[in-house]
């Protein structure tokens, strides 16, 4: 409890309260500099209410209240200093890096992630979850729901999507199935296309699946007892390429759908609504904010005034914003929802990397350094991580548009996800069934070869000592061999 009672102010004398509003405008330095004014301003600069605010400003412990710390001033400290050990963790590639593992005869098809979950499908038709912030990689299956027409080998899985509290993967056959993460590996729900998937996907919060499947979007969701149903079903012109969720939606689900030159807002009151179209301009890649959607199209190739460009529409009133990039290269992927506020990251067919900042046109910055075309994007306020069709991750400072490291594995990066303290890459073969591979027997350089890799990254400041040596290191020397990989030599503890 404070006993101060009234607060001097040169000539005049207020009280505590008053004085707490004054000192509620400071900063950090200033309430610094004005605890070496007097005992009694001393006491008034470290109130815990000052600090509280600062600490929540700052986007440190929200949620927390005020009393579960007894000393917020410190509490912000810590917390600046952990985030300031990550960055530096970041920038030196200080860390834990682990593959998420898998059995033989199984080709990677697709990967996504959420809140450190990740979700991975197989040309064997299996469906796992890993959960990398728990350093627990035995990664369950999700069980199919089997019919009768179910006989014979599984069909591969075509894609697969997360969310905080839901799973989803469609299957080649049509078979879309959904599993909740918080009731077990059983499916809640499944339904069928006629013909082959195009996309799917999820809504981040909430209930909603969306899939497109020849001429007809569908979007199902439970009902309020809980009941799965089809809330939505759309038909439009052209095959869909491209299909995201509005995130932040109350009421009837919306999507929007890139269906080769066309752009559709699909939502019940307005089911065909067309954002964009031009004849011959097919979009190559597309992302949805709550307000917004960016994709980027393809110019024709004898029009040198119109090039490959980047187009920003609003979804309520339906207008383009922006028109953003002048490129040769046809745009392969854009990331708008994960940016900050008004920036975007874009990767091109031209091997570069493009920051842009909403307000202007031209970009804040251009990186180059991958072999092919970029395919996986996304930043923060200082850095971007890019993936290519090589195989190559590259962390950039994009403050300075330096690269601070590079990773390498042998297929085309198709996903990849970071947090502050985590990062998630896969690279997924595009051949699914390699010749002459010999999946199916104990041959594993030639599985290494062709399935795919997960690599999960942990930056975090409590990593343990011995989780932040190279996963060879940790070897607990239980087993009496190791593999020599067919070509004759001793692994250093065969023997032991």
């Known amino acids: 409890q404070n006993e101060i009672n009234e ?26 500099r004005c605890a070496q004014v007097s005992r009694t301003w001393k006491a008034l600069a470290e109130d815990e209410v000052l600090w509280y605010r600062l600490c929540q400003q700052d986007g440190y412990l929200l ?29 030196n590639r200080i860390g834990a890096v682990s593959q998420l593992q898998y059995e033989l005869g199984k080709v990677l098809c697709d990967v996504h992630s959420c809140d450190g979950v990740v979700i991975a499908g197989y040309t064997s038709g299996a469906v796992r979850l890993w959960d990398t912030r728990a350093w627990d990689y035995t990664a369950p299956v999700l069980e199919p729901v089997a019919g009768p027409e179910d006989a014979g080998a599984p069909p591969h ?23 909740s993460l918080m009731v077990g590996r059983e499916p809640i729900h499944r339904y069928q296309h006629n013909q082959r998937i195009q996309a799917l996907a999820l809504a981040s919060q909430g209930a909603v699946v969306a899939t497109a499947s020849g ?12 009941f799965w149903q089809t809330a939505e079903t759309f038909e439009i012109q052209k095959l869909v390429n491209f299909l995201n969720l509005v995130p932040d939606v109350t009421g009837s689900p919306v999507a929007v759908a890139a269906a080769e030159d066309v752009l559709y807002l699909l939502k019940s009151e307005d089911p065909g609504k067309v954002l964009h179209s031009v004849y011959g301009q097919p979009i190559t890649c597309l992302d949805v904010s709550a307000t917004e959607a960016a994709f980027g199209v393809r110019s024709f190739g004898w029009l040198l ?6 187009l920003l529409y609003n979804l309520e009133t339906g207008q383009c914003l922006k ?72 962390v950039w400072d994009q403050r300075v548009g330096a690269k601070l490291w590079e990773m390498h594995a042998r297929h085309p990066v198709r996903h990849l996800r970071f947090d502050s303290h985590s990062l998630v890459t896969a690279n997924v073969p595009d051949e699914k069934t390699p010749r002459g591979a010999g999946l199916a027997d104990e041959d594993l350089a030639a599985h290494r070869k062709h399935r795919g890799v997960i690599q999960a990254y942990e930056f975090s400041a409590e990593q343990p000592a011995l989780e932040s040596v190279l996963p060879i290191c940790r070897s607990s020397y239980d087993g009496v061999a190791g593999y020599n990989y067919n070509i004759g030599l001793a692994v250093p503890y065969d023997d032991i």
Not at 7 to 32: R, S, W
Not at 305 to 310: K, M, V
């Open 7 to 32: 607060v001097p102010f040169f000539d005049i004398q207020l009280p505590y309260e008053l004085a707490l509003k004054i000192f509620q405008y400071l900063g950090k330095a200033e309430l610094g």
């Open 63 to 91: 949620g927390t209240s005020i009393a579960a710390r007894s000393c917020w001033k410190l509490a912000l400290k810590d917390c600046r200093a952990r985030e300031h050990t990550l960055r530096s963790n970041w920038k």
């Open 157 to 179: 899985v075509s894609f697969v999507r997360i969310s905080s509290a839901l799973a989803a993967a469609a299957y080649e056959d049509g078979t879309v199935s959904v599993w």
């Open 215 to 226: 001429f007809e979007v569908k979007v199902e969701s439970p009902d309020d007892r809980g």
């Open 305 to 310: 005034n119109e090039p490959n460009q980047i």
């Open 323 to 394: 028109k953003l990039g002048n490129s040769l290269g046809d745009f392969s992927c854009v990331n708008l929802q994960d940016s900050p506020p008004n920036m975007l990251v874009t990767g091109n067919k031209d091997r570069r990397v493009r920051v842009y900042d909403l307000r202007r046109s031209e970009p804040l910055c251009c990186l180059y350094g991958h072999g092919l075309g970029v395919s996986a994007v996304q930043m923060d306020d200082w850095k971007v991580v890019s993936g290519g069709e090589e195989g190559l991750v590259c």
